[in-house]
């Protein structure tokens, strides 16, 4: 089983100020993990994933996220915020598929992101 | 590539009338899911298709819920009889293959209110 917890439904940030979007998951298995964004009355689009290799992964829209096995995080930044970031982000887990079992795919609860002009 | 496309984009019915959401999911995607988003709830998997088999119903709340996907280029999630408690977005993702480490791609969702 796996889990996925994002810290903090709503974050401001102010216009030009670094974005941090923490999110935390459990995994009996190496994970996949991803991110996910949602603009209002929209349906969700990939931001970036990691699944294997290097740590450090770099998605759109300038937005990158470090995959910290130790810390069991996958933390979601962007150096300078821009208005078009408001929106909704959504953190998820993957296990690799075994064969065996359903589809797992587990989502975080989400946290809305407002950018003060 | 037109994407993920669902209808209607909104949806209003009365308690106890059927209510049918459709989906078609990008040519040559062989996995079709459908989600429920609530504030409540978050994003929750109903229901997930192979190759238009039905793999994993589990997530489907009740029997009122029930999906097809009569052919690889369509797919139906109907609600018989509707309840307020349904209320929610209905998203429907396609995916060319296990999406274990492949994403799914989203269409716009259906809201739905049931009154």
């Known amino acids: 089983a796996q889990s996925v917890t994002q810290l903090g439904s709503h974050v401001s940030v102010s216009e030009g100020a670094l974005v941090l979007l923490r999110c935390n998951y459990s995994?009996?298995?190496?994970?996949?993990l991803f991110w996910y964004v949602q603009y209002p009355n929209q349906g969700l689009q990939l931001l970036l994933k990691?699944?294997?290799?290097?740590?450090l992964v770099k998605g759109i829209n300038g937005f990158e996220a470090e995959f910290k096995k130790s810390e069991t995080s996958f933390h979601l930044t962007k150096p300078s915020a821009h208005m078009s970031d408001a929106a909704e982000y959504f953190c998820?887990?993957?296990?690799?598929?075994?064969?065996?079992?359903?589809?797992?795919?587990?989502f975080g609860k989400g946290t809305k992101l407002s950018v003060i002009p | 590539d037109a994407g993920v496309i669902q209808s209607p984009r909104h949806e209003v019915t009365e308690m106890g009338q059927e209510v049918t959401l459709r989906c078609k999911p990008i040519?040559?995607?062989?996995?079709l899911f459908w989600y429920r988003q609530t504030m409540m709830r978050g994003l929750e998997l109903l229901i997930y298709?192979?190759?238009?088999?039905?793999?994993?119903d589990s997530g489907m709340p009740e029997d009122r819920f029930s999906a097809k996907m009569p052919n690889a280029s369509f797919s139906t999630l109907k609600i018989q009889p509707s309840e307020p408690r349904d209320s929610a977005v209905y998203f429907c993702?396609?995916?060319?293959?296990?999406?274990?480490?492949?994403?799914?791609?989203f269409g716009n969702g259906t809201r739905l209110t049931v009154t």
């Open positions: 298709f192979n190759n238009n088999v039905p793999i994993d």
């Open positions: 993702a396609s995916s060319p293959y296990r999406a274990d480490n492949s994403p799914l791609h």
């Open positions: 995994s009996s298995v190496p994970p996949y």
């Open positions: 040519s040559g995607h062989d996995y």
């Open positions: 990691y699944t294997t290799g290097a740590t």
């Open positions: 998820a887990v993957s296990a690799p598929y075994s064969g065996a079992g359903s589809y797992q795919l587990t």
